[in-house]
């Protein structure tokens, strides 16, 4: 695995860097100060780390050529891994901005990366497999008080990687861009070490796939305990995890009964000492009618399913997550709500995943086909791809993400109309 990390010398792009290095990859970044450079260089090879470097500016069009000549040469014409890094930020009212200062924080904040994304494309593809991770900002999100210029280009690098997605999925390459609140580094300590400021952003921070997710989560290390209706299937799940060495405990529950997720949570409680640090609410089903053909029946079923037993578990859990004070996936009031307890809920919202559910309609080739025709990455998706980010926001790596809301989607919902897809 071979990765490019630009401004990777200090703040978020540094920590990207030991990231990557220490899962294995050979990682190549560069920065403007060499004396830094080489500090950091001497650490990494203390560690262990196969990290090389480069003197580079990025807001020079012929450094960022030469940069990528040198990539090239080292990792032999191909590259897995591309994290366009550096960013710059100028706090000013809009009317002061000068044409001197658009022009700077354009070429640091979008120009250069959109140019580094032209000339990693042929060492991506050439890969078989390609990620590009653009660093945005919330602030390309929201209204954030850092500048209207920076939000901007924020904004632009968002949409930036939404458009790469869908153009680039044909050759195996995936574009995401991670949108940080604040965070501790270098460009932002003296703007939070404003006591006044740094209190008006805390104000604002407020605090079949189902096997898969119990596998993905046993297999790091935690005690699971799952429930279904079936208790021959759990019985078969249960000695298949034995034989795994997956520490995985069973209950049979309806969990449309009011009664059993009480039942199942009393249980949950004695198991683990009044304590939980994972709810995964993932019981579903859905019923393909018209509108019109309804019943009141049919609602009052799949209301109870989908939503009304989920709103009773995260109830049931409550004390439990508080107890542990941990973590929950769910959605985003919660988030707010209970984020003083130091309890985050997200929401994993998937697109067209083969599991027993959906093996049918996906057996309908005309179905299949149109739901290709909106898939940038042009197939359906797996459990195992929706358990591994499961598994992600449970676990501390996760410990700043709350109250999102993210796609398995393989680029469906941010694919507008692009005749190569449809």
Not at 180 to 190: A, S
Not at 376 to 399: D, I, K, N, W, Y
Request: with cysteine.
């Amino acid at each position: 695995m071979t990765a490019l990390v630009t401004g990777g010398s200090r703040g978020i792009g540094h920590v990207v860097v030991e990231e990557l290095a220490g899962l294995g990859a050979k990682v190549h970044t560069c920065a403007r100060n060499e004396s830094e450079l080489e500090a950091c260089k001497r650490d990494w090879e203390a560690k262990g780390f196969q990290v090389s470097y480069s003197v580079c500016d990025v807001t020079s069009r012929s450094q960022r050529v030469k940069l990528m000549e040198t990539i090239s040469s080292e990792f032999n014409g191909k590259i897995n891994i591309l994290v366009s890094n550096v960013g710059t930020c100028l706090y000013k009212p809009t009317v002061d901005f000068t044409a001197e200062d658009y022009a700077a924080i354009m070429s640091t904040n979008l120009e250069s990366t959109y140019h580094i994304c032209q000339l990693a494309y042929p060492l991506l593809k050439a890969s078989g497999f390609g990620s590009i991770i653009l660093m945005s900002s919330v602030a390309g999100v929201v209204a954030v008080d850092v500048g209207t210029l920076y939000s901007t280009l924020k904004g632009a690098m968002n949409q930036l990687a939404k458009s790469l997605a869908c153009e680039w999925a044909k050759d195996n390459i995936r574009i995401n861009s991670v949108a940080p609140w604040y965070i501790r580094t270098p460009l932002t300590e003296e703007t939070l070490n404003d006591k006044k400021y740094l209190e008006g952003v805390l104000g604002r921070t407020l605090g079949r796939t189902r096997h898969a997710v119990v596998e993905e989560l046993a297999g790091l290390g935690a005690k699971v305990h799952t429930c279904a209706r079936n208790e021959s299937e759990l019985e078969a799940c249960k000695r298949d995890w034995e034989a795994k060495g997956f520490q995985v405990s069973c209950s049979v529950c309806d969990l449309t009964s009011r009664s059993q997720r009480e039942k199942l949570m009393e249980t949950i409680s004695s198991e683990f000492n009044g304590k939980l640090n994972i709810l995964v609410s993932n019981v579903g089903t859905y019923l393909k009618k018209p509108t019109t053909d309804f019943t009141a029946e049919d609602y009052a079923a799949i209301m109870s399913t989908n939503l009304e037993s989920t709103y009773h578990i995260c109830q049931l859990a409550y004390h439990l997550l508080k107890a542990s004070g941990a973590m929950n996936q769910l959605a985003k009031n919660l988030a707010c709500e209970w984020a003083k307890d130091n309890i985050r809920i997200n929401s994993v919202a998937p697109w067209y995943i083969r599991t027993p559910l959906t093996e049918e309609i996906l057996n309908d080739k005309k179905y299949l086909e149109g739901v290709l025709g909106r898939t940038p990455l042009g197939r359906t998706g797996e459990m195992e791809e929706v358990s591994a980010l499961v598994a992600f926001l449970c676990m501390p790596a996760a410990s700043y993400i709350t109250g999102q809301t993210i796609c398995v989607d393989g680029g469906f919902t941010i694919n507008g109309y692009n005749p190569t897809f449809c």
